[in-house]
């Protein structure tokens, strides 16, 4: 398959791999290959049921892909499952017919129909969310007479063969990550105790939640904050901003009017709230609190750095600098200002180090006021380093 978008899979944007990761190999690998071939011997549909996050649609065409390489594949549209009975399907030789998110296949006849494509020799494979699976398969004895068929189909032991994938990940599948994954982040996610699948899937979804924000014109102090973390952290500051730092920032230069208390509060909560991945191990969200500070995730600080359109403003830069909580996270708003060509905010970050007796700030300060036409200045500045033994300002 050359886009494994077509199986269910999730496209992932991260700096140095492929669109959909390189396969890390599961334990339970072997078990699933072999409910494949057992499914597929009796008849029967495989029906791959898991959490969000778990990596089933991954991990099942995996194992699809490995077991039968050649056999053609068939995705049908949700809407047309039923009519695809009706083809003729041994024309297709060996093929295989993929229903992710089976549930969204809703129709009265769906057990005639796999009956008839089961019969007809196709390999079927499904997946679906285990919260769902279970809500479908419900058994509601007050309410006997109303039978949901999808349920009904999926229950079925002589037509359906169910197996649980799991969500999190076993020690031996977390080391086994750095043969095939090379992302610093993916790498300290997994080492951190967290499952891949799981990272994997939250990481683009708080990319959809944050582009949400961006265009909600109802809510904008929602997308100021986020804003003013990620510019914050953007700067080269790798330590949460305070609240009072960032309720600053927000007024002053991502919102056209003072926010309300409620507003702020309304907004912190909301980016603080984890979304429905991962289970309570996971909780991931935009924004994470640390007491008085914020934070923030940090697939979408990598994510947003490399597609940010607007510049940082300069009240942010200079709350960084005043706000710095130490000599080297100047060191650091420096020498990113001085990628992003922000000179005046390199200037200032060297002459508060140089101020503070930093000699090799001297230095850079005296090359910046150099190409400043500030000879002068820049001469002060190096013999002063150079006074105090600097061999670069001699």
């Known amino acids: 398959v050359a886009d494994l978008g077509v199986l269910g899979v999730k496209p992932i944007d991260l700096r140095g791999e492929p669109p959909y990761l390189t396969y890390v190999p599961r334990d339970d690998d072997p078990t699933l290959t072999q409910?494949?071939?057992?499914?597929?011997?009796?008849?029967?549909?495989?029906?791959?049921?898991?959490y969000s996050g778990a990596g089933k649609s991954r991990s099942a065409a995996h194992a699809v892909c490995q077991?039968?390489?050649?056999?053609?594949?068939?995705?049908?549209?949700?809407?047309?499952?039923?009519e695809l009975a009706d083809l003729p399907l041994a024309e297709l030789a060996s093929a295989g017919l993929w229903l992710d998110d089976v549930e969204k296949y809703q129709h009265s006849a769906l057990a005639e129909t796999l009956r008839k494509l089961l019969g007809a020799g196709l390999v079927l494979v499904g997946t679906i969310r285990l919260a769902q699976y279970r809500a479908l398969t419900k058994v509601d004895g007050s309410r006997a007479e109303f039978r949901n068929p999808v349920g009904e189909a999926l229950s079925d032991d002589r037509l359906v063969q169910q197996v649980d994938w799991k969500r999190?990940?076993?020690?031996?599948?977390?080391?086994?990550?750095?043969?095939?994954?090379?992302?610093?982040?993916?790498?300290?996610?997994?080492?951190?105790?967290?499952?891949?699948s799981v990272w994997a899937v939250a990481g683009p979804?708080?990319?959809?939640?944050?582009?949400?924000?961006?265009?909600?014109e109802d809510d904008p102090?929602?997308?100021?904050?986020?804003?003013?973390?990620?510019?914050?952290?953007?700067?080269?500051?790798?330590s949460p901003i305070p609240w009072s730092v960032a309720v600053d920032l927000v007024n002053r230069a991502y919102l056209d009017y003072p926010a309300s208390d409620d507003d702020l509060t309304e907004a912190v909560n909301w980016a603080t709230s984890p979304i429905g991945v991962g289970g309570r191990r996971g909780r991931y969200s935009l924004l994470t609190r640390q007491r008085d500070a914020l934070t923030v995730n940090d697939f979408i600080e990598d994510w947003d750095g490399r597609h940010q359109q607007s510049p940082i403003p300069d009240a942010t830069w200079l709350s960084a600098i005043a706000n710095a909580p130490s000599f080297d996270s100047l060191w650091n708003i420096g020498f990113t200002a001085h990628f992003e060509g922000q000179t005046a905010v390199e200037q200032t970050a060297m002459q508060t180090?140089?101020?503070?007796?930093?000699?090799?700030?001297?230095?850079?300060?005296?090359?910046?006021?150099?190409?400043?036409?500030?000879?002068?200045?820049?001469?002060?500045?190096w013999e002063r380093a150079a006074a105090a033994g600097n061999t670069d300002a001699m």
């Open 67 to 82: 077991a039968y390489p050649a056999h053609r594949l068939l995705r049908p549209l949700e809407d047309r499952l039923a």
């Open 168 to 196: 999190d990940w076993s020690q031996c599948e977390r080391d086994r990550t750095a043969d095939y994954v090379t992302n610093r982040l993916a790498r300290t996610a997994v080492g951190a105790g967290l499952s891949l």
């Open 353 to 381: 180090l140089a101020k503070a007796s930093d000699t090799n700030a001297m230095v850079n300060l005296g090359l910046l006021l150099l190409r400043d036409r500030d000879p002068a200045a820049a001469q002060a500045w």
């Open 35 to 50: 409910q494949l071939h057992e499914a597929a011997a009796a008849k029967r549909m495989l029906l791959v049921t898991g």
């Open 221 to 238: 102090c929602r997308y100021a904050l986020v804003r003013a973390v990620l510019d914050w952290h953007h700067t080269g500051l790798t």
């Open 205 to 216: 979804e708080l990319v959809k939640e944050l582009k949400y924000i961006r265009a909600d």
